[in-house]
T-cell receptor, first 111, second 114 residues
Framework: KQEVTQIPAALSVPEGENLVLNCSFT??????LQWFRQDPGKGLTSLLL?????REQTSGRLNASLDKSSGRSTLYIAASQPGDSATYLC??????????FGTGTRLQVFP | DVKVTQSSRYLVKRTGEKVFLECVQD?????MFWYRQDPGLGLRLIYF???????EKGDIPEGYSVSREKKERFSLILESASTNQTSMYLC?????????????FGPGTRLTVT
């Protein structure tokens, strides 16, 4: 059974820092991996999707990498801003349409 | 832009009431999903649907049913609401089964059962 873990559970950094969020999964037979952002009390916003055949994806200050063989993905946020404060979730998709979610990393960026 | 809407942002119901949560997507997506999100447990899949009138149980279907009469609309039904169904409910949709397809989420419905 696929399990997804995110470390750390919470992170507090000063504005301007580059930071890395980690996601690990137990079954490497994934279809893709998706990173989401969730603001308090809101729905999920898709940030990046990496297909199983890809190594990384970039969008603006965000870069996500995927190492399927080791069961790991990282989300790199460059030059963090207070507006980046949110919970970040990763989710993996197997050969069905189901997404298996991690429990998230709660990020706070202070001025 | 894909838009997934949910009928209510906040809902308060009494124990034993029948509750309907509605989800509508406007991009002709094939597949739709209902999740619930609880602190410490993350998002868990309740039901999903590949097509009109088709439904599949997710990981926690007990106490819930669903209806998909039209492609754009997927309803979650709590036949007799209980306090342990107090949660954030999130609907999502995806165009199809290709590896490049993202799941798109609605804004969520915060349901409180008293």
């Amino acid at each position: 059974k696929q399990e997804v873990t995110q470390i750390p559970a919470a992170l507090s950094v000063p504005e301007g820092e580059n930071l890395v969020l980690n996601c690990s999964f137990t079954d490497s037979a994934i279809y893709n991996l998706q990173w989401f952002r969730q603001d308090p009390g809101k729905g999920l916003t898709s940030l990046l999707l990496i297909q199983s055949s890809q190594r990384e994806q970039t969008s603006g200050r965000l870069n996500a990498s995927l190492d399927k063989s080791s069961g790991r993905s990282t989300l790199y946020i460059a030059a963090s801003q207070p507006g980046d404060s949110a919970t970040y979730l990763c989710a993996v998709r197997g050969n069905t349409d189901k997404l298996i979610f991690g429990t998230g990393t709660r990020l706070q960026v202070f001025p | 832009d894909v838009k997934v809407t949910q009928s209510s942002r906040y809902l308060v119901k009494r124990t034993g009431e029948k509750v309907f949560l509605e989800c509508v997507q406007d991009m002709d997506h094939e597949n739709m999903f209902w999740y619930r999100q609880d602190p410490g447990l993350g998002l868990r899949l309740i039901y999903f649907s590949y097509d009109v009138k088709m439904k599949e149980k997710g990981d926690i279907p007990e106490g819930y049913s669903v209806s998909r009469e039209k492609k754009e609309r997927f309803s979650l039904i709590l036949e007799s609401a209980s306090t342990n169904q107090t949660s954030m409910y999130l609907c999502a949709s995806i165009p199809g089964q290709g590896p490049s397809y993202e799941q798109y989420f609605g804004p969520g419905t915060r349901l409180t059962v008293t």
